[in-house]
Protein backbone atom coordinates (compact mmCIF):
# COMPACT_ATOMS: atom_id res chain seq x y z
CA UNK A 1 0.00 0.00 0.00
CA UNK A 2 1.25 3.21 -1.31
CA UNK A 3 2.24 5.79 2.05
CA UNK A 4 2.46 9.16 2.07
CA UNK A 5 6.01 8.81 2.58
CA UNK A 6 6.36 7.20 -0.81
CA UNK A 7 3.64 10.05 -2.19
CA UNK A 8 6.33 12.66 -1.78
CA UNK A 9 8.93 10.69 -3.42
CA UNK A 10 6.47 10.91 -6.50
CA UNK A 11 5.36 14.20 -5.69
CA UNK A 12 4.81 17.10 -5.72
CA UNK A 13 1.74 17.13 -3.75
CA UNK A 14 -0.82 19.97 -3.79
CA UNK A 15 -2.45 21.17 -0.78
CA UNK A 16 -5.95 22.67 -0.10
CA UNK A 17 -6.34 26.33 0.59
CA UNK A 18 -7.71 28.29 3.93
CA UNK A 19 -10.99 26.37 6.11
CA UNK A 20 -11.80 29.94 7.55
CA UNK A 21 -12.33 31.88 4.98
CA UNK A 22 -13.62 29.41 3.11
CA UNK A 23 -16.31 28.67 5.74
CA UNK A 24 -17.06 32.42 6.10
CA UNK A 25 -17.74 33.01 2.53
CA UNK A 26 -20.27 30.28 3.22
CA UNK A 27 -22.02 32.63 5.79
CA UNK A 28 -20.58 30.69 8.72
CA UNK A 29 -19.79 33.24 11.73
CA UNK A 30 -15.94 32.40 13.00
CA UNK A 31 -16.02 35.60 15.56
CA UNK A 32 -15.60 32.85 18.83
CA UNK A 33 -12.18 32.22 20.64
CA UNK A 34 -12.36 28.36 18.78
CA UNK A 35 -13.20 29.82 15.01
CA UNK A 36 -13.23 27.07 13.01
CA UNK A 37 -13.01 24.32 14.94
CA UNK A 38 -16.74 24.77 16.63
CA UNK A 39 -18.40 24.15 13.70
CA UNK A 40 -16.98 20.41 14.18
CA UNK A 41 -19.45 20.22 17.30
CA UNK A 42 -22.30 22.79 15.32
CA UNK A 43 -22.04 22.16 11.71
CA UNK A 44 -19.75 18.89 10.76
CA UNK A 45 -21.56 19.50 7.23
CA UNK A 46 -19.79 22.70 6.62
CA UNK A 47 -16.56 21.86 7.33
CA UNK A 48 -17.02 18.72 5.08
CA UNK A 49 -18.43 20.72 2.19
CA UNK A 50 -14.96 22.79 2.23
CA UNK A 51 -13.01 19.66 2.15
CA UNK A 52 -15.29 18.26 -0.94
CA UNK A 53 -14.87 21.59 -2.72
CA UNK A 54 -10.98 22.04 -2.70
CA UNK A 55 -10.87 18.39 -3.17
CA UNK A 56 -12.67 18.88 -6.77
CA UNK A 57 -10.68 22.17 -7.47
CA UNK A 58 -7.34 19.55 -7.52
CA UNK A 59 -5.97 19.31 -3.66
CA UNK A 60 -4.42 15.80 -3.29
CA UNK A 61 -4.15 16.74 0.59
CA UNK A 62 -6.73 17.90 3.01
CA UNK A 63 -5.69 19.91 6.27
CA UNK A 64 -8.33 19.30 8.83
CA UNK A 65 -10.23 21.87 10.98
CA UNK A 66 -8.59 20.68 14.22
CA UNK A 67 -6.17 23.61 14.14
CA UNK A 68 -7.97 25.54 17.69
CA UNK A 69 -8.83 22.27 18.38
CA UNK A 70 -7.27 21.89 22.07
CA UNK A 71 -8.36 19.95 25.16
CA UNK A 72 -7.68 23.71 26.86
CA UNK A 73 -9.41 25.55 24.92
CA UNK A 74 -12.47 23.74 24.47
CA UNK A 75 -12.58 22.95 28.33
CA UNK A 76 -12.74 26.63 28.55
CA UNK A 77 -15.89 26.34 26.94
CA UNK A 78 -17.03 23.85 29.08
CA UNK A 79 -16.61 21.12 26.72
CA UNK A 80 -15.72 17.59 28.43
CA UNK A 81 -12.83 15.63 27.69
CA UNK A 82 -14.84 12.82 25.90
CA UNK A 83 -16.86 15.20 23.68
CA UNK A 84 -13.04 17.05 22.44
CA UNK A 85 -11.75 13.56 22.10
CA UNK A 86 -15.12 12.42 19.97
CA UNK A 87 -14.58 16.09 17.93
CA UNK A 88 -10.78 15.81 17.32
CA UNK A 89 -11.40 12.22 15.87
CA UNK A 90 -14.09 13.31 14.01
CA UNK A 91 -11.84 16.36 12.02
CA UNK A 92 -10.04 13.29 10.49
CA UNK A 93 -12.93 10.84 9.74
CA UNK A 94 -14.70 14.41 8.07
CA UNK A 95 -11.84 14.70 5.65
CA UNK A 96 -10.97 11.23 5.08
CA UNK A 97 -15.03 10.49 4.38
CA UNK A 98 -14.47 13.25 1.66
CA UNK A 99 -10.98 12.19 0.18
CA UNK A 100 -13.00 8.68 -0.40
CA UNK A 101 -15.59 9.98 -1.97
CA UNK A 102 -13.13 12.17 -4.53
CA UNK A 103 -10.86 8.61 -5.04
CA UNK A 104 -14.16 7.34 -5.99
CA UNK A 105 -15.74 9.84 -8.35
CA UNK A 106 -11.75 9.80 -9.90
CA UNK A 107 -12.01 6.36 -10.40
CA UNK A 108 -15.01 6.11 -11.81
CA UNK A 109 -14.32 8.72 -14.43
CA UNK A 110 -11.10 7.24 -14.99
CA UNK A 111 -12.73 3.79 -15.51
CA UNK A 112 -14.93 5.48 -18.23
CA UNK A 113 -11.99 7.24 -20.17
CA UNK A 114 -10.10 3.82 -19.88
CA UNK A 115 -7.41 5.95 -18.81
CA UNK A 116 -4.96 2.98 -18.07
CA UNK A 117 -1.81 4.70 -16.74
CA UNK A 118 1.22 3.36 -14.64
CA UNK A 119 0.31 5.68 -12.07
CA UNK A 120 -3.41 4.17 -12.10
CA UNK A 121 -2.05 0.71 -11.62
CA UNK A 122 0.49 1.25 -9.29
CA UNK A 123 -2.38 2.80 -7.41
CA UNK A 124 -1.16 5.91 -6.77
CA UNK A 125 -2.97 7.84 -9.67
CA UNK A 126 -6.58 9.84 -7.34
CA UNK A 127 -4.99 9.30 -4.25
CA UNK A 128 -6.04 11.61 -1.64
CA UNK A 129 -4.47 12.46 1.62
CA UNK A 130 -5.31 13.64 5.09
CA UNK A 131 -3.62 15.46 7.15
CA UNK A 132 -4.28 16.25 10.80
CA UNK A 133 -3.84 20.05 11.32
CA UNK A 134 -1.88 20.72 14.68
CA UNK A 135 -1.98 24.19 15.63
CA UNK A 136 0.30 26.02 17.89
CA UNK A 137 -0.46 26.56 21.58
CA UNK A 138 -0.76 30.38 20.17
CA UNK A 139 -4.14 29.36 18.95
CA UNK A 140 -5.71 28.30 21.56
CA UNK A 141 -5.36 31.60 23.34
CA UNK A 142 -6.86 33.43 19.90
CA UNK A 143 -5.05 36.36 20.42
CA UNK A 144 -2.12 36.33 17.30
CA UNK A 145 0.27 34.67 19.86
CA UNK A 146 0.77 32.17 16.99
CA UNK A 147 2.70 34.78 15.25
CA UNK A 148 4.56 35.70 18.08
CA UNK A 149 5.83 32.81 20.40
CA UNK A 150 7.64 33.17 23.41
CA UNK A 151 4.91 32.11 25.40
CA UNK A 152 7.18 31.74 28.71
CA UNK A 153 6.22 27.90 28.94
CA UNK A 154 9.03 25.08 29.07
CA UNK A 155 9.43 22.80 26.58
CA UNK A 156 8.15 20.10 29.22
CA UNK A 157 4.98 22.65 29.57
CA UNK A 158 4.46 22.76 25.98
CA UNK A 159 4.96 18.62 25.25
CA UNK A 160 2.14 17.85 27.96
CA UNK A 161 -0.16 20.48 26.35
CA UNK A 162 0.56 18.56 22.65
CA UNK A 163 0.38 15.56 23.51
CA UNK A 164 -3.31 14.04 23.84
CA UNK A 165 -4.36 16.10 21.26
CA UNK A 166 -2.28 14.15 18.83
CA UNK A 167 -2.66 10.93 20.46
CA UNK A 168 -6.50 11.50 20.04
CA UNK A 169 -6.02 12.46 16.40
CA UNK A 170 -3.56 9.41 16.10
CA UNK A 171 -6.39 7.33 16.37
CA UNK A 172 -8.33 8.07 14.13
CA UNK A 173 -5.12 7.31 11.50
CA UNK A 174 -4.45 10.31 9.40
CA UNK A 175 -1.86 9.83 6.76
CA UNK A 176 0.33 12.54 8.24
CA UNK A 177 -0.12 15.74 11.14
CA UNK A 178 0.46 18.69 9.69
CA UNK A 179 2.13 20.79 12.60
CA UNK A 180 1.63 24.34 11.26
CA UNK A 181 2.27 27.55 11.95
CA UNK A 182 4.71 27.07 14.94
CA UNK A 183 6.26 30.25 15.79
CA UNK A 184 9.45 29.14 18.03
CA UNK A 185 11.91 26.39 18.35
CA UNK A 186 11.08 25.46 22.34
CA UNK A 187 7.17 25.54 20.86
CA UNK A 188 9.23 22.73 17.94
CA UNK A 189 10.76 20.83 20.27
CA UNK A 190 8.16 20.08 22.25
CA UNK A 191 5.91 18.73 19.39
CA UNK A 192 8.59 16.64 18.24
CA UNK A 193 8.92 15.26 21.79
CA UNK A 194 4.81 14.83 21.91
CA UNK A 195 5.42 12.83 18.29
CA UNK A 196 7.40 10.21 19.41
CA UNK A 197 5.89 6.32 19.08
CA UNK A 198 3.05 7.73 17.50
CA UNK A 199 3.74 6.06 13.86
CA UNK A 200 2.09 9.21 12.34
CA UNK A 201 4.55 11.05 9.69
CA UNK A 202 4.39 14.89 10.30
CA UNK A 203 5.68 17.78 8.09
CA UNK A 204 6.65 20.97 10.48
CA UNK A 205 5.79 24.25 8.97
CA UNK A 206 6.87 27.93 10.93
CA UNK A 207 5.38 31.30 10.92
CA UNK A 208 8.17 33.54 10.01
CA UNK A 209 9.69 37.27 10.04
CA UNK A 210 11.85 37.21 7.42
CA UNK A 211 14.86 34.62 7.78
CA UNK A 212 13.65 34.12 11.24
CA UNK A 213 10.60 32.42 12.95
CA UNK A 214 8.47 34.49 14.36
CA UNK A 215 10.12 34.37 18.43
CA UNK A 216 13.27 35.43 15.94
CA UNK A 217 15.43 32.18 15.52
CA UNK A 218 17.20 31.65 12.20
CA UNK A 219 15.21 29.75 9.93
CA UNK A 220 18.49 27.35 9.01
CA UNK A 221 18.25 26.62 13.02
CA UNK A 222 14.48 25.67 12.85
CA UNK A 223 14.85 23.58 9.79
CA UNK A 224 17.65 21.60 11.21
CA UNK A 225 15.96 21.03 14.19
CA UNK A 226 13.07 18.84 12.08
CA UNK A 227 15.78 17.48 10.26
CA UNK A 228 16.14 16.10 14.00
CA UNK A 229 13.25 13.84 13.78
CA UNK A 230 12.63 10.60 12.07
CA UNK A 231 8.36 10.92 12.60
CA UNK A 232 9.66 14.79 10.29
CA UNK A 233 9.16 14.37 6.52
CA UNK A 234 8.62 17.67 4.54
CA UNK A 235 9.58 21.27 6.54
CA UNK A 236 8.73 24.64 5.43
CA UNK A 237 6.51 27.70 6.49
CA UNK A 238 2.83 28.49 5.88
CA UNK A 239 0.50 31.06 6.83
CA UNK A 240 3.14 33.99 5.81
CA UNK A 241 2.83 36.23 2.72
CA UNK A 242 3.82 34.89 -0.27
CA UNK A 243 7.49 36.54 -0.91
CA UNK A 244 8.05 35.80 2.51
CA UNK A 245 7.64 32.21 2.55
CA UNK A 246 9.39 32.32 -0.82
CA UNK A 247 12.67 33.29 0.31
CA UNK A 248 12.13 30.85 3.47
CA UNK A 249 11.36 27.70 1.52
CA UNK A 250 14.78 28.02 0.11
CA UNK A 251 16.58 27.92 2.91
CA UNK A 252 15.12 24.29 3.82
CA UNK A 253 18.06 21.43 3.10
CA UNK A 254 17.92 17.79 3.65
CA UNK A 255 14.16 17.48 3.47
CA UNK A 256 11.43 18.23 1.00
CA UNK A 257 9.81 21.36 1.81
CA UNK A 258 6.40 22.43 2.08
CA UNK A 259 4.90 25.87 1.25
CA UNK A 260 1.13 27.28 1.71
CA UNK A 261 1.46 30.75 2.00
CA UNK A 262 -1.62 33.29 2.48
CA UNK A 263 -3.11 34.95 -0.41
CA UNK A 264 -2.36 38.56 0.09
CA UNK A 265 -3.04 41.69 2.04
CA UNK A 266 -2.29 42.41 5.76
CA UNK A 267 -5.03 41.05 8.43
CA UNK A 268 -6.87 44.42 10.07
CA UNK A 269 -7.49 41.92 13.84
CA UNK A 270 -10.20 45.32 14.65
CA UNK A 271 -12.27 44.65 12.22
CA UNK A 272 -10.94 41.02 11.32
CA UNK A 273 -10.49 41.18 8.01
CA UNK A 274 -7.98 41.07 5.30
CA UNK A 275 -6.83 44.58 3.46
CA UNK A 276 -5.33 45.11 0.43
CA UNK A 277 -4.61 43.53 -2.69
CA UNK A 278 -4.80 39.46 -3.06
CA UNK A 279 -1.53 37.48 -4.36
CA UNK A 280 -1.57 35.09 -7.25
CA UNK A 281 0.31 32.27 -5.44
CA UNK A 282 -0.29 29.83 -8.35
CA UNK A 283 2.80 32.05 -10.30
CA UNK A 284 5.17 30.93 -7.63
CA UNK A 285 4.14 27.36 -7.87
CA UNK A 286 7.84 26.94 -10.64
CA UNK A 287 9.98 29.07 -8.22
CA UNK A 288 8.61 26.44 -5.39
CA UNK A 289 9.25 23.32 -6.81
CA UNK A 290 12.71 24.34 -8.46
CA UNK A 291 13.39 25.12 -4.43
CA UNK A 292 12.61 21.44 -3.62
CA UNK A 293 9.04 21.83 -2.20
CA UNK A 294 7.22 18.59 -2.55
CA UNK A 295 4.05 20.03 -0.68
CA UNK A 296 2.16 23.28 -2.09
CA UNK A 297 -1.52 25.27 -1.39
CA UNK A 298 -2.49 28.22 0.32
CA UNK A 299 -3.14 29.35 3.94
CA UNK A 300 -5.32 32.31 5.11
CA UNK A 301 -7.09 34.54 2.06
CA UNK A 302 -6.51 31.51 -0.74
CA UNK A 303 -9.83 29.55 -1.72
CA UNK A 304 -10.53 26.73 -4.22
CA UNK A 305 -10.18 29.04 -7.14
CA UNK A 306 -6.40 29.42 -6.29
CA UNK A 307 -5.66 25.85 -5.31
CA UNK A 308 -7.72 25.05 -8.98
CA UNK A 309 -4.86 27.90 -10.53
CA UNK A 310 -2.10 25.89 -8.52
CA UNK A 311 -2.87 22.49 -9.15
CA UNK A 312 -3.02 23.14 -12.97
CA UNK A 313 0.25 25.21 -13.10
CA UNK A 314 1.66 22.06 -10.41
CA UNK A 315 0.44 19.84 -13.06
CA UNK A 316 1.79 21.52 -16.08
CA UNK A 317 5.58 21.76 -14.54
CA UNK A 318 8.31 19.58 -15.76
CA UNK A 319 8.69 16.73 -14.56
CA UNK A 320 12.34 17.43 -13.06
CA UNK A 321 11.00 19.36 -10.48
Known sequence: MTTFRDALTAGP?????????????????LSG???????????????????????????????????????????????????????????????REAAQAAETAEAAHAAEAAEATEAARSGTAGKRWVAASVGPYGAMLADGSEYRGNYGLTVAELTRFHRPRLEALAEAAPDVFAVE???DLREAEAVLTALDGLGIPAWLSYSVRGTTTSAGQPLTEAFALARSSEAVVATGVNCAPAAAATAALALVTGLPGVVYPNGGGT???????????????????PAWLGAGAALVGGCCRVGPAEIRELADRVGSAPADN
Open 33 to 95: ALWSARLLRDEPGAIAAVHRAYFAAGAQVAITAGYQATYDGFARLGISRTETTALLRRSVSLA
Open 181 to 183: TIP
Open 13 to 29: LVLDGGMSNELEAQGHD
Open 267 to 285: WDPESRGWLGARDEIADLA
